[in-house]
């Protein structure tokens, strides 16, 4: 569900940059030292580093022509806490569209608040941990999996729709749009949701702390070894097997707009109904966002062509994210200690 820039005025990309921006400042601030514990930082880099890889993996969504990949917001939410999952999301999208041309530069902040800030800052504390807050078992940790992911997916899905709308520079009409996002993108949730549902048990039945920790944002004082290595063999197996065998059907946005256009202009669009934003701001961005995408689509930019690119973008892109998301951890936590030492002398 990442949105093209084509999809966006300059004017609202620019304000949900300024947005996101703002919450990743105030997620920052509010982050507790015990969220990002010792212990609790390298599960923030691989389960950062596995969303990476697993949203690679496209699956086909049957008798549409469609194709859908997870989120992972709530996934990340219920190993890290909301605001930790925030933050690690958030590095994953900013990877995603730098490094690898996924998702306009322009409209980066509209989905880190389509899909970082709605399930993690949003459904997770108002949905996922209140369907726990009398016990946390397999059945309970299943049932807030996927009814906070279907919520999570359905609103981003929605919010997607209405910043169309309020850019007011294409020709998609609301209901048509609407009426074809939000069933895809059911169907896209619940198979999400299986999945989140899956792992976070998986887990719990590892090491329940971990999940523990992350409801009552206290400090991890397990060690998370055996959770860790599981999690990175996964990150490895989606980015550098299961990205070979991924759909190339078009995803549930991209296939939402193409079936609105067909509707109403009696053809079908990947991203562009009539709408050719190459100038001005647009340009600008586009030229940016080429410059730093040095594996753009997922592939070599010098042969896309190379099926080895789309195994060595997963590997890669999962590093990169480990490497950020761990290191922009460890600096927080170490600033928060810092600061809270001081303020005891």
Partial sequence: MHMADALLSPALGLAMNALSVAAIGASVAKVEKDELS??????MGVAGAMIFAMQMVNFTIPATGSSGHIGGGILLAGLLGGVPAFLSIA???????LFFADGGLLALGCNIFNMGLIPCLVIYPLIFKPLLKNGIGYKRLSLASVISVVIGLELGAFCVVLQTLASGITELPFSTFLALMLPIHLVIGLAEGFV???????????????IDSSQSRQCLNVS???????????????GGVLSLFASTNPDGLEWAIGKTTQKVFGTEAALDPGLSPEEGLFESAASLQKKTAFLPNYTFASNPDNPAGT????????????AFAGMTGLLISKVKRSKKAGAHV
């Fill in 91 to 97: 590095a994953v999208l900013i990877i995603q569209c």
């Fill in 38 to 43: 010792e212990k609790k930082i390298p599960i």
């Fill in 224 to 238: 998370a070894k055996k959770v860790l290595v599981t999690l990175a063999l996964l990150t490895v197996t989606a």
């Fill in 196 to 210: 989140t549902a899956v792992v976070l048990c998986f887990v719990y039945k590892m090491s329940p702390d971990i």
């Fill in 311 to 322: 195994p060595a973008s997963g590997l890669i892109g999962a590093a990169i994210v480990f």
